[in-house]
């Protein structure tokens, strides 16, 4: 069975800093590209950051560059997000996503909130 479970989520002053991390079972994770995904109420969810597999190409939006880091640990089957001088913009529901290889799957996480506030 598979599951996508997202964690690390909670709130943080501007400035700050807060890891999440994306812990996948049920389906070979070290073949699919990873991604992180955000989403306010009443917007459209956008792409955050994607690592690649097999060969761990990262890509970022523009409003994270610099600030955010994606990587992936196979041998945890997990994929971190670090995000460092967190704004207040950055306040959203953050989802992780799985799409496997050609004829692979696509997973979402149910996602967690992160609230950057004073």
């Known amino acids: 069975q598979v599951h996508v479970v997202e964690s690390g989520g909670g709130l943080v002053q501007p400035g700050g800093s807060l890891k999440l991390t994306c812990s996948a079972s049920?389906?070979?994770?070290?073949?699919?590209?990873a991604s992180w995904y955000r989403q306010t109420p009443g917007s459209e969810r956008e792409m955050v950051a994607t690592?690649?597999?097999?060969?761990?190409?990262?890509n970022y939006a523009d409003s994270v560059k610099g600030r955010f880091t994606i990587s992936r640990d196979n041998a945890q089957n997990a994929v971190h997000l670090q995000m460092a001088s967190l704004k207040p913009e950055d306040s959203a529901v953050y989802y992780c996503?799985?799409?496997?290889?050609?004829?692979?799957?696509?997973?979402w996480g149910q996602g967690t909130q992160v609230t950057v506030s004073a």
């Open positions: 049920g389906f070979t994770f070290s073949t699919y590209a």
């Open positions: 996503k799985a799409v496997g290889p050609a004829g692979g799957g696509v997973y």
């Open positions: 690592i690649s597999a097999p060969s761990d190409f990262t």
